[in-house]
């Protein structure tokens, strides 16, 4: 049958399309909370559903143990000569600090912690699990490998399962600076926590080795280079000193105290020459070692002259402590700052004082060199001149002391860098690595992945959030009336009773209309009689006579809810003659419904005079409560119920009887409940309790706006129990919270 869709004319319709649109958008707190309880269950299975898998998957993870040490590049260094080292560090920078983590991820190195650990054989770190075969296998080639000799190809020598090794432990390996300071941590995962502790004690002591043993090979070679060197000088002076022994042998001069004047000046002016040629190496050493020391200004701390300068000492200071204000505003108001670029303007200024300062000092050395090179050239031209003068000592004696004079050069010399090679020698006893370990690696005593228990609490939570999408979806889709209030602000209608359901275990071997009859104090009997009453008080100016029972779909109880309320009714006013009319021609059930015997005749075949009066109306004994039956299957059932006979016959029967229930088959089905609403007073219109879908119910109110009747909604086979979880106010919850006062 189809509904009607006409435009919305009446306040009524306007508020069920109204309705229809949508629900409300306030939210009601108490609602939700009611809404999560009554469907706990489907949160706590999915919640558990998650918690499962999630607990499944993490079984099936292979559990990681995290081994850190802590390892520090130390700047601070111990000065026990008063030399320079071969090869220092110096002040440590970021890109220094980068430099030393490549170092310690560099293939060379790991690839020694593989050698001594034998990772190259481990599982773990992609080698295959040995297998029988494979052993087989290995053992034939070591067989054969013994007796011909295989020439191998070149490249085909690199070790696989030891670059494979490599590069597994490089994945594993993580290197990270701890915040602004020379602290590098190194740690390691592994399945096993003792293996990944081994791993990462491996790598700091080869990282702290390797770093002592670099210095050892810096000290080293600077120490075979001035071997060889003080072996030259001393063949040198050793050369030089046997010429001049000789060539005195040779030209019989000899040192006596009678030597001239001449001689004796010549004598000291040589001296001073040897001097001032000493001296002249020494600035000239010193001012090659400044203009170094210059462009490297990591080193200046090692040269005396900037060592004695006091003022380069204050502005050294003053540098570390803005460097140290720099660090401070940078990590607390970040680079763009304007207290940042002022303490960075002043580091500047200071670095550019102190790069005046030692200008200065080079400027001076510079100045003392030339001024050594001066006197040397000075006291050169003197001995020249000297020398021309005494042309009258003779040729050979000038020879001699040009011989004594190279010989003595080539002594100091000599001396000077014997000097130098012992320092060199003790400070190479007291070498130590820039770096120390700070922190040793530490057994983990649980994994770092997966990390169960914050995997599990964000499961849970992903579980709850879950579990409460599939509560919203499933009341989303809930397309049920479940309380008094949805149909009322849906339908528009008043709810005028919630009849409670019926199991088995209630009513025993009883129907539910014998049930109502029998059992007048139960709660089901209370809730046909609230409903009644709640009927006849909304027509206290006219008490209905006739009143139609129908529904909008099959099975919704239309037949059980109007023997029952009539026997009900019957049975508890013996005064008052009740009647209930089978209207459904095609599906009579009243007489099952009732548990009557059928009478001998049917409404058809009154209404076409082939049976009396007496022989259509029945009466039940035990209640009291009269009644018409149909023949089911009857042809042209709307006609028959339509016809002036049918109004003829109910006008009658409501003169005789107090009142009468007409029993109609469903609005959506047929149109033989619409046609007897015609005929009756009063509507009472079912709705099965979560079954019945809300466009259908409303759709069939609907097909009653023309009708100038007095409708009430009753919802029928209410679950109280779980009723009672969808709020207060309604009957149902009364049923369920005080059951005591009814019998059961």
């Not at 005046?356 to 050239?377: F, L, N, P, Y």
């Not at 007291?430 to 770096?435: E, K, L, T, V």
């Not at 709307?638 to 002036?644: G, M, R, Y």
């Not at 119910?697 to 969808?726: C, E, M, T, W």
Request: net charge positive; proline share 4%.
């Amino acid at each position: 049958m189809s509904t009607a869709t006409e435009t919305p004319t009446t306040s009524e319709e306007r508020g069920l399309a109204k309705n229809l649109a949508g629900p409300q958008a306030r939210i009601d707190v108490r609602e939700v909370l009611r809404m999560f309880n009554r469907r706990k269950w489907h949160l706590v299975g999915v919640t558990a559903l998650v918690c499962a898998l999630t607990a499944l998957f993490l079984l099936q993870l292979v559990p990681e143990y995290r081994s850190s040490a802590l390892v520090m590049l130390d700047t601070r260094k111990a000065k026990v000569t008063n030399t320079i080292d071969v090869l220092s560090t110096g002040m440590v920078d970021i890109p220094a600090i980068q430099t030393e983590i490549e170092v310690i991820r560099s293939a060379s190195l790991l690839g020694r912690v593989v050698d001594k650990l034998h990772l190259d054989a481990d599982p773990e770190f992609g080698a295959s699990r040995p297998t029988v075969i494979g052993s087989m296998i290995q053992q034939g080639k070591a067989f054969v490998a013994k007796y011909i000799p295989f020439q191998k190809v070149p490249g085909t020598d690199v070790d696989a399962p030891k670059l494979r090794a490599i590069s597994t432990l490089t994945r594993n390996l993580v290197t990270v600076v701890r915040g602004r300071s020379y602290v590098i941590s190194i740690s390691v995962d592994s399945s096993d926590p003792r293996k990944a502790k081994r791993i990462v004690d491996t790598i700091t002591d080869f990282y702290i080795v390797d770093q002592l043993q670099a210095k050892l090979d810096a000290n080293k070679h600077a120490t075979d280079f001035f071997n060889d060197r003080l072996e030259e000088l001393k063949r040198n002076v050793e050369a030089n000193e046997r010429a001049v022994a000789t060539f005195r042998e040779k030209s019989g001069l000899t040192v006596a105290k009678d030597a001239t004047i001449a001689s004796q000046s010549l004598a000291e002016l040589n001296s001073q020459l040897v001097q001032a040629r000493a001296q002249r190496a020494d600035r000239e050493s010193r001012l090659i070692a400044l203009q170094q020391a210059a462009r490297n200004p990591a080193t200046l701390g090692g040269v005396t002259e900037v060592l004695g300068n006091t003022l380069i000492s204050s502005l050294r200071s003053q540098e570390a402590e803005v460097a140290r204000r720099v660090g401070d505003l940078s990590q607390r108001y970040g680079d763009s700052h304007p207290r940042i670029l002022q303490a960075r303007a002043e580091q500047g200024q200071i670095q550019a004082r102190i790069a005046q300062e030692v200008a200065k000092i080079i400027s001076s050395v510079r100045g003392d060199a030339e001024a050594a090179r001066a006197k040397e050239a000075e006291l050169q031209a003197q001995v020249d001149l000297l020398e021309r003068k005494a042309g009258g000592l003779g040729q050979n004696e000038v020879e001699l002391h040009q011989l004594e004079r190279e010989a003595q050069s080539s002594r100091a010399v000599y001396e000077d860098f014997l000097k130098r090679f012992k320092e060199l020698r003790e400070q190479q006893d007291i070498q130590q690595p820039d770096a120390r370990i700070l922190a040793a690696a530490s057994l983990p005593t649980s994994p770092s992945f997966p990390r169960y228990g914050l995997t599990m609490s964000g499961a849970l939570v992903l579980g709850l959030v879950l579990g409460a999408v599939v509560i919203l979806l499933l009341e989303r889709l809930d397309g049920g009336f479940r309380t008094g209030e949805q149909i009322e602000r849906l339908t528009g209608r008043p709810l005028i009773g919630m009849i409670p359901a019926l199991n088995r275990s209630t009513l025993g071997k009883l129907m539910p209309a014998r049930f109502a009859i029998e059992k007048m104090t139960s709660a089901y009997a209370e809730a046909l009689r609230s409903a009644y009453t709640a009927m006849t008080l909304g027509t206290l100016d006219k008490p209905p006579r006739v009143v139609m029972v129908t529904s909008s779909l099959p099975a919704e109880g239309k037949s059980t809810f109007a023997c029952s309320l009539a026997g009900l009714v019957a049975r508890a006013n013996g005064d008052k003659k009740i009647l209930v009319m089978d209207c459904d021609p095609r599906r009579s059930s009243v007489a099952g419904t009732l548990n009557v015997q059928r009478t001998g005749g049917t409404i058809d075949e009154y209404l076409a005079g082939t049976k009396s009066l007496e022989e259509v109306i029945g009466r039940d004994e035990q209640s009291g409560v009269y009644y018409v039956l149909a023949r089911s299957n009857t042809p042209n059932s709307a006609e028959i119920l339509d016809s002036n006979a049918m109004k003829s016959f109910i006008s009658a029967l409501s003169n005789q009887f107090d009142l009468i229930f007409l029993d109609t088959p469903p609005l959506m089905a047929v149109a033989d409940a619409l046609v007897t609403a015609r005929l009756s007073d009063y509507v009472l219109f079912l709705v099965r309790w979560e079954r019945t879908p809300r466009e259908i119910a409303i759709n069939a109110l609907r097909l009653f706006r023309d009708l100038p009747k007095s409708i009430g909604v009753v919802l029928v086979q209410v679950d109280v129990r779980r009723h009672s979880k969808y709020g207060y106010g309604d009957y149902g919850y009364y049923y369920s919270k005080y059951k005591d006062y009814y019998s059961s």
